[in-house]
C-alpha cells in the first residue's frame, strides 16, 4: 500500500533491553522524520535525516538511534530502553519539493518501557 | 525547549462558532504550517503559509502569519463537532527541520 507505514502499532518492552521502530515510506521521499508525542509537550523532534546515509539529531536525541541505508527505510532503536521512554512515537517524510512541502505521518507506535 | 507555543492549550465552544488559535515561535521560519490530530491517530496537514505571505485561506480555514511577532493564528469559521481534534502548528527553518508547537485540543460542541 501507497504511503507511510509503521510498525509495531503497539510494544511493550522492559528497562534495558533493546527495541527497535520500524517507519516505511513509498514515495521515495527524502527527508524523514522521528517524533515522539507525550502529554503536555506535543511532539518533539528525536532525529531526522535528508537522505539514505544522512541524519541528524532533533531536540531529544539523547537515547536513541536512527539509521538509514535506504531512502524507504528510517528504523528508530533505543539501545536500552527507560521508563521516561514511554511514549507514542511518530514517523513523518516530506517530498523533495523544497521547504515548502507538507509532511506525511504515520500512525504512530505507542511503546511502554516496564 | 520547543520552537512553537500555542495558546490556548485547550478550547471549547459550540458548533457554528469560529475557534481560533494561536501560535507563537522563536526563531526565524522559512514557513509555518498548521495539522489537525484526531484522537489516536497520527497528524494530517492542514495549511502552510510562507514566510512572505500575511494570510492565506483554505475552506473554512483562515491563517495568518505575523513574522515581526513572531506569531501565527489558525481561525475555524462555522465549526463542526467533526473539527473537534488537538491542533499543531509547526516551524519550517532553513535546515528542513520541522518543529512542532504543544498544540491547543478544540472540543466542539454540538
Known amino acids: 500500500d501507497a504511503g507511510i507505514t509503521q510498525s509495531p502499532r503497539y510494544k511493550i518492552t522492559e528497562t534495558g533491553r533493546q527495541v527497535t521502530l520500524m517507519c516505511h515510506q513509498t514515495?521515495?521521499?527524502?527527508?524523514m522524520f522521528w517524533y515522539r508525542q507525550d502529554l503536555g509537550h506535543g511532539l518533539r523532534l528525536i532525529y531526522y535525516?535528508?537522505?539514505?546515509?544522512?541524519?541528524d539529531k532533533g531536540e531529544v536525541p539523547d537515547g536513541y538511534v536512527v539509521s538509514r541505508s535506504k531512502t524507504e527505510n528510517f528504523p528508530l532503536t533505543l539501545e536500552s530502553a527507560t521508563r521516561s521512554q514511554t511514549s507514542v512515537y511518530f514517523c513523518?517524510?516530506?517530498?523533495?519539493?523544497?521547504?515548502?512541502?507538507?509532511?506525511?505521518f504515520g500512525q504512530g507506535t505507542r511503546l511502554t518501557v516496564v | 525547549s520547543q520552537q512553537g507555543e500555542e495558546d490556548p492549550q485547550a478550547l471549547s465552544i459550540q458548533e457554528g462558532e469560529n475557534a481560533t488559535m494561536n501560535c507563537s515561535y522563536k526563531?526565524?521560519?522559512?514557513?509555518l504550517q498548521w495539522y489537525r490530530q484526531n484522537s489516536g491517530r497520527g497528524l494530517v496537514h492542514l495549511i502552510l503559509?510562507?514566510?512572505?505571505?500575511r494570510e492565506k485561506h483554505s475552506g473554512r480555514l483562515r491563517v495568518t502569519l505575523d513574522t515581526s511577532k513572531k506569531s501565527s493564528s489558525l481561525l475555524i469559521t462555522a465549526s463542526r463537532a467533526a473539527d473537534t481534534a488537538s491542533y499543531f502548528c509547526?516551524?519550517?527553518?532553513?535546515?528542513?527541520?520541522?518543529?512542532f508547537g504543544s498544540g491547543t485540543r478544540l472540543l466542539v460542541r454540538p
Open positions: 513523518a517524510s516530506t517530498g523533495t519539493g523544497g521547504k515548502d512541502t507538507e509532511a506525511f
Open positions: 514515495w521515495s521521499h527524502s527527508y
Open positions: 535525516s535528508a537522505a539514505a546515509d544522512i541524519t
Open positions: 526563531t526565524s521560519i522559512n514557513n
Open positions: 503559509i510562507r514566510s512572505n505571505e
Open positions: 509547526a516551524t519550517k527553518d532553513s535546515s528542513y527541520k520541522l518543529i
